[in-house]
Nanobody, 127 residues
Framework: QVRLVESGGGSVQAGESLRLSCAAS????????MAWFRQAPGKEREGVAA????????VYANSMKDRLTIAHDNAKRILYLQINSLTPEDTAMFYC????????????????????WGQGTQVTVAS
């Protein structure tokens, strides 16, 4: 059974940075897809960054791509998201998601791609 556990969220001031982590357990191969989503109060869940652990492919949402870096430690099976220059508009719950079986026709930032989700880590940015 695959399990994802996020950490690294917190309360920060505008302009600061955070690095979120997502520890994955249960994947039996090194070939899977992982992503970060965010959901602000009253808004839909939005994919912000994703990667393929085998191919090294990375994709970013246009809205945040200049401030994000997604990375994966293959040995530790930890997914990271570095977020720079945080603004109050970034306040949201950030979720880690994964799948070992990508459905054709769905993008890596589409929530329907993923079948395993973490519980989320809260990011709060004060002005």
């Amino acid at each position: 059974q695959v399990r994802l556990v996020e950490s690294g969220g917190g309360s920060v001031q505008a302009g600061e940075s955070l690095r979120l982590s997502c520890a994955a357990s249960g994947y039996t191969t090194g070939d899977y897809y992982m992503a970060w989503f965010r959901q602000a109060p009253g808004k839909e869940r939005e994919g912000v960054a994703a990667l393929s652990t085998k191919m090294g492919t990375r994709v970013y949402a246009n809205s945040m791509k200049d401030r994000l870096t997604i990375a994966h430690d293959n040995a530790k099976r930890i997914l990271y998201l570095q977020i720079n220059s945080l603004t109050p508009e970034d306040t949201a719950m950030f979720y880690c998601a994964g799948t070992a079986s990508r459905q054709p026709g769905l993008g890596l930032l589409d929530a329907r791609t993923y079948d395993v989700w973490g519980q989320g880590t809260q990011v709060t940015v004060a002005s």
